[in-house]
């Protein structure tokens, strides 16, 4: 290559360089605001500023009242894979995906508020109470509401609880619970003063003893 060449090469590549440059120095000044919210349709891909935090008060997904909800309709949501079984409670079905379709179709004793950070509860339609009794032995009351039913309109009893432990305590070997912790410390499950009240008797203290029952098993499935 001779020097005219060389000198004809070098200037292009400048030329490119200063193309380059120019184009970043136009989109950092078109970016230059600080943004004091997330716009409506998003942050601008160009934006080189700081990130709007989220409010801890402050809720994001259009939450509205059940009262407000019109009936009918239809929900479709995406997911990516179902799994091997359809039991959440199996090692097998025991993966994200399914505790969200479980989340769906299956009673969740338990509710929380990820937005306050409030104590975990009881899920007004299925339970009005749980309450440790006694520390020594521990003992534990489930009382269910009397409207709670299954999918089949079947009522949900104190042998849901039964059938839930027996399934994940470990012990029958035609079970396989992806965790039998909180269950393999139980010693008995029996009726309380009715069919809708659940007595839950401890051989060793289990703590977050609140946590143990979260789903339920159907006896008819069992």
Known sequence: MNKKSKLMTLAAVMASFSMLFAGC??????????????PADGVPSSYTGDLPLPSVKQRYDNHLSRDKVKDGGTLTLGISEIGPNWNYLSTDG????????????????????QVSGSPIKVNKDYLTDMKLVSKDPMVVQYDINPKAKWNDGSDIDWTA???????NNGSNPDYNPPSTDGFDKI??????SNAKQVIVKYQTPYYPWQLVFSDLVNPKAA
Do not use: I, R
Request: aromatic fraction near 12%; glycine fraction near 8%.
């Open 161 to 167: 609880f039964k059938a839930t432990w027996e399934a």
């Open 25 to 38: 120095g136009a989109g950092s000044s078109s970016s230059s605001s600080t943004l004091k919210a997330e």
């Open 187 to 192: 010693a008995s499950v029996e009726e309380g």
């Open 94 to 113: 025991n993966t994200g995906y399914m505790s969200e379709l479980w989340s769906w179709y299956q009673p969740s004793l338990l509710v929380s508020d």
